[in-house]
């Protein structure tokens, strides 16, 4: 079993940036596709991004393309989100994800994932 841990969310003005890391530990950080999360009161945990595991594949939800950047340290077990021109829209929990199946990229589909984080709060005001 892998452990995750999130960190770097917070307040933030619509517009402003933020970056977010997710720490691994337990298993092959390696090993695992990852991705991003995130779930608004009141509606379903949503994809964000994904990273393939040699970080040579990434996808990103519609919603977030050109504004969003996943990336990954393998040295350093970590993968990033890094959030640029926030909208109020983006308030959420994200949470990361490893999937350790043999798919080559990162799916959005949140039953593939073996495990999760605790999740980190990004809040944008308006």
């Known amino acids: 079993q892998v452990q995750l841990v999130e960190s770097g969310g917070g307040l933030v003005q619509a517009g402003g940036s933020l970056r977010l890391s997710c720490a691994a530990s337990g298993r092959t950080f390696s090993s695992s596709n990852m991705a991003w999360f995130r779930q608004a009161p009141g509606k379903e945990r949503e994809f964000v991004a994904g990273i393939s595991r040699g970080g040579g594949t990434t996808n990103y939800a519609d919603s977030v393309k050109g504004r969003f950047t996943v990336s990954r340290d393998n040295a350093k077990n970590t993968v990033y989100l890094q959030m640029n021109s926030l909208k109020p829209e983006d308030t959420a929990v994200y949470y990361c994800?490893?999937?350790?199946?043999?798919?080559?990229?990162?799916?959005?589909?949140?039953?593939?994932?073996?495990?999760w984080g605790q999740g980190t709060q990004v809040t944008v005001s308006s």
């Open positions: 994800a490893a999937d350790y199946s043999r798919a080559s990229i990162a799916s959005f589909r949140p039953q593939v994932y073996d495990s």
